[in-house]
């Protein structure tokens, strides 16, 4: 399953001998790490890269911002969107938490088939008071468990991509002349030094951790992205549902239903996709509440919806007519998973 909030992360801290940290020493170390995941294919070209600098004694006293920034083949030449970035970072005078972080879109494995997550790394390094080098990975996937997060054995998927973090693991520590830190465990797993530790022996903190935080997490930061209203349709059922799939230029964004037996109906973000399911999203769920002001029963509006005039930019429905999934959680699964 893809997530919205890490299974797990990784920590090494980096402390010279004399010299101080220039903010370059962060994006360099960002691009190595990013490297070295990039030769496992757990990071692809498309990675997106943001700068950020903020005051020590106030973070919300913010000098540098940018984010979004393209991973450029040469990223720290002359030149480049995140050189100008970090040149900038540069020229400030005093005590800053400067940091780079890496988006990286990547391939997790299952029966040798490939499957593409936007976000399935992200890497933070962090400059404390140009003394201190804290570097961090986070994984978007639980890809690497022996269990995935629905608490469901998975020995194929395990065995094709445990290694493949391990070994990254390891080089990262060679690169960094340092072993890792294991984050705390969470909701979804316990990071061990080279990668998780296994819960079929330990179990989970919780049961089914994807189901009952993902989908609430990944229904909250989608519906911040619209305006509060009570004009809408029911966001849960228990009855069968049927459903548009929206894809945009090639890719699948996310799922348009309504429920077959009762007032419900919605859309859900493929979260593989990023944040372009979110985005995405969000105008569909306005569609749906400009057909719950018409009057239009859940299945009225799914139609309608679909049907209206498209707008490129959010997608289109691939379908002629909706498919049908035997319940809302198996087509969440669905959007969650591939």
């Excluded at 940091?99 to 390094?125: D, I, M, N, T």
């Excluded at 230029?249 to 348009?256: A, I, K, N, S």
């Excluded at 009057?295 to 498919?323: C, H, K, Y």
Aim: glycine share 6%; hydrophobic share 40%.
């Amino acid at each position: 399953m893809i997530t919205s909030n890490p299974v797990g992360d990784w920590t090494w801290e980096v402390t010279p001998r004399a010299e101080a940290i220039q903010p370059v020493r962060a994006a360099e170390t960002a691009v190595a790490v990013w490297i070295v995941l990039a030769g496992h294919e757990l990071a692809i070209p498309e990675s997106k890269v943001s700068v950020s600098a903020r005051a020590m004694g106030d973070t919300r006293d913010v000098r540098v911002e940018a984010a979004g920034l393209p991973l450029e083949p040469e990223p720290l030449s002359p030149g480049t969107a995140l050189s100008r970035a970090v040149a900038e970072a540069d020229s400030l005078e005093g005590d800053f938490l400067v940091g780079v972080r890496l988006e990286c879109p990547g391939y997790w494995l299952e029966s040798g088939v490939k499957h593409r997550a936007e976000k399935l790394f992200a890497v933070q390094v962090d400059i404390w008071k140009s003394s201190l080098l804290v570097v961090t990975l986070e994984t978007y996937s639980d890809a690497w468990l022996a269990m995935d997060t629905r608490d469901r054995e998975q020995p194929e998927v395990y065995a094709e991509n445990a290694p493949r973090l391990a070994a990254a693991l390891e080089e990262i520590s060679a690169l960094l002349s340092s072993a890792p830190t294991p984050g705390d465990p969470n909701r979804h797993a316990t990071p061990a030094v080279t990668g998780f530790e296994d819960p079929r022996i330990e179990g989970f903190a919780y049961d089914d951790s994807w189901g009952t935080f993902e989908i609430p997490a990944r229904s909250r930061l989608l519906r911040s992205r619209v305006p509060a209203s009570e004009d809408e349709y029911l966001d849960i059922t228990d009855h069968p549902v049927r459903y548009f799939t929206i894809r945009r230029d090639g890719q699948t964004l996310g799922f348009l239903w309504a429920s077959i037996g009762d007032e419900a109906a919605g859309y859900e973000p493929r979260t593989a996709a990023g944040e372009a399911a979110f985005e995405a999203g969000a105008e569909w769920l306005l569609r749906l509440r400009a057909a719950h002001g018409q009057g239009l029963s859940a299945l009225a509006a799914l139609s309608w919806a679909a049907q209206s005039p498209p707008r490129p930019e959010i997608g289109l429905a691939v379908e002629d007519t909706p498919q049908e999934a035997p319940s809302l959680d198996a087509l969440e699964e669905f959007s969650g998973r591939y």
